[in-house]
């Protein structure tokens, strides 16, 4: 089970930081993954760190203004969220990957477990 937290309202051009653990286990020996949902959208891909923590591959849309990162002593995974937009507003959720072969991946499907959302609402 993971668990995401750190969302909350937020003005335009605001940080947020995202976290996520797992229970009962670390994410160190998986890659992690960021995913948002708006109202009426489908769920979409945000950014990925492969399970390393070397690399990276972000949407095109946060680009430059996100960061995903990953503290392996704590088994955790963050996405430092800065100049968010008002486009930005959506449930986040994080989800990890068993495949340690290869880079992060931004297809939903290639993610084994998920965690419940968390809101992050972006003001103008």
């Known amino acids: 089970q993971l668990q995401a937290c750190g969302g909350g309202l937020v003005q335009a051009g605001g940080s947020l930081r995202l976290s996520c653990a797992a229970s009962?286990?670390?994410?160190?020996?998986?890659?992690v993954g960021w995913f948002r949902q708006a109202p009426g959208k489908e769920r979409e891909f945000v950014a990925a760190?492969?399970?390393?923590?070397?690399?990276?591959v972000y949407a095109d849309s946060v680009k430059g203004r996100f960061a995903i990162s990953r503290d392996i002593t704590k088994g955790t995974a963050s996405l430092q969220m800065n100049s968010l937009k008002v486009e930005d507003t959506a449930d986040y959720y994080c989800?990890?990957?068993?495949?340690?072969?290869?880079?992060?991946?931004?297809?939903?499907?290639?993610?084994?477990?998920w965690g419940q959302g968390t809101q992050v609402t972006v003001s103008s």
């Open positions: 760190i492969n399970w390393g923590g070397g690399t990276t």
């Open positions: 009962g286990r670390s994410l160190s020996s998986y890659g």
């Open positions: 989800a990890a990957d068993r495949n340690i072969l290869g880079g992060p991946r931004a297809a939903p499907t290639a993610y084994d477990y």
